[in-house]
């Protein structure tokens, strides 16, 4: 009787307690806070969708900042709404990603970034097989190798910053980079890509106050779904609506809210967050608390996950079924 009930109290009061105190002694890299107010923060992408509302937002929490794209036409377009919106003026650059000095010109001359948000991405949703070799290429450039490219021109000076607090290096990737989705196999690639790079570059910044950040939205309402929509797959949509949809400003606004608190994974909605419990594999994680959750909730997780899995082949099996 007495050793059932100390088993009992071991196993309600002593295990919870101690593996807190495991993950507290655990949990790396440490949690940090990185400011945005009169910090220059640049933002590719910055003038349409989700970069734009980021660039909007940072520029009225206090930031400086510049923005990046291919047209002039429209980044002063943006440079004007911001304006009217904030009074503030944003700088603004005009180049491709896929072109490395290109970039490293804009960077250069946009002098040193404090934090810097890899937000530029295409995507065009086919099956693999309707997909020109040039289509799968394009993504793969601009989602993947514009990042690297990016990251390459700006470390240099981003790592000399001496007292200028900590700095964050932040990735726009989606839930189609979390888990792969009918349709987005090139997009998913590139997506997942990003996963890889942000995981090791952290290990590789930390050690100079850098920060890496990945954000991951769910379909989010911006001129480039609006296009996306016109060709997409039945299949990937129906998929996609099992985390619905958000608004461009919800999406840059829990963006850089996790940025300042130094988040690794950056969820924006609901579903979103139990992706990011489901996927946690072997990510780094700063917060005891999400620690705690995720391994509680490891084993329910990937039920939830097969429960999903499944519900997509039905859709898929359905699909097929249908066509013949
Ligand atoms: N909307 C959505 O449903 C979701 C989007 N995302 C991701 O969020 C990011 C932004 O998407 P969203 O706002 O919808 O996209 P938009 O198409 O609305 O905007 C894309 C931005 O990227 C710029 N851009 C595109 N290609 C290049 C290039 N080669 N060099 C430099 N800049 C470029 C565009 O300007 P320009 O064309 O002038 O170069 C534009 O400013 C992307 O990375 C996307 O993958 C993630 C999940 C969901
Ligand atoms: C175990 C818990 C599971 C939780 C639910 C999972 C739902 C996943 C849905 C994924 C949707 C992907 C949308 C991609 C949006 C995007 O990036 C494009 N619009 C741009 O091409």
Excluded at 12 to 19: A, R, V
Excluded at 34 to 46: A, E
Excluded at 166 to 178: C, E, K, N
């Amino acid at each position: 009787m007495v050793r059932a009930s100390l088993s009992l109290i071991s196993l309600i009061i002593i295990f919870p307690i101690s593996l807190v105190l495991l993950l507290f002694f655990l949990v790396r890299p440490r949690p940090t806070q990185i400011p945005i107010k009169n910090r220059h923060v640049f933002i590719t992408g910055g003038s349409s969708g989700i970069g734009l509302a980021l660039a909007h937002q940072a520029a009225s929490q206090g930031a400086q900042v510049s923005i990046l794209a291919r047209s002039l036409t429209k980044l002063e377009e943006a440079k004007q709404s911001i304006k009217l919106a904030t009074g503030i003026d944003v700088d603004i650059y005009s180049a491709d990603v896929r072109e490395f000095e290109a970039v490293k010109s804009a960077i250069d001359e946009a002098g040193p970034i404090d934090i810097l948000i890899c937000n530029q991405g295409v995507f065009v949703a086919h099956e693999l097989e309707n997909s020109p070799l040039q289509e799968l290429k394009f993504m793969i450039d601009i989602n993947l190798m514009g990042t690297f490219h990016l990251i390459k021109a700006a470390l240099p000076n981003m790592k000399s910053r001496v007292g200028r607090g900590p700095g964050s290096i932040s990735l726009m990737s989606s839930q189609a980079g979390q888990v792969g989705i009918y349709g987005y196999t090139a997009y998913s690639a590139s997506k997942f890509g990003l996963r890889g790079m942000a995981e090791a570059l952290l290990q590789e910044v930390i050690g100079y106050d850098i920060h890496v950040s990945l954000i991951f939205p769910p379909d989010t309402d911006t001129p480039g779904l609006l296009e996306e929509n016109k060709s997409k797959p039945e299949i990937t949509s129906i998929i996609a609506a099992s985390s619905g949809s958000m608004k461009a400003n919800e999406v840059a606004k829990i963006a850089l809210s996790g940025i300042r608190s130094g988040r690794f994974f950056i969820p924006c909605n609901l579903e979103g967050f139990a992706l990011c419990l489901a996927t946690a594999g072997m990510s780094p994680q700063r917060s005891v608390l999400m620690a705690l959750i995720e391994v509680i909730g490891a084993g329910i997780m990937r039920i939830a996950s097969l429960c999903f899995q499944w519900s997509w082949y039905v859709i898929i099996e359905k699909w097929h079924a249908r066509k013949r």
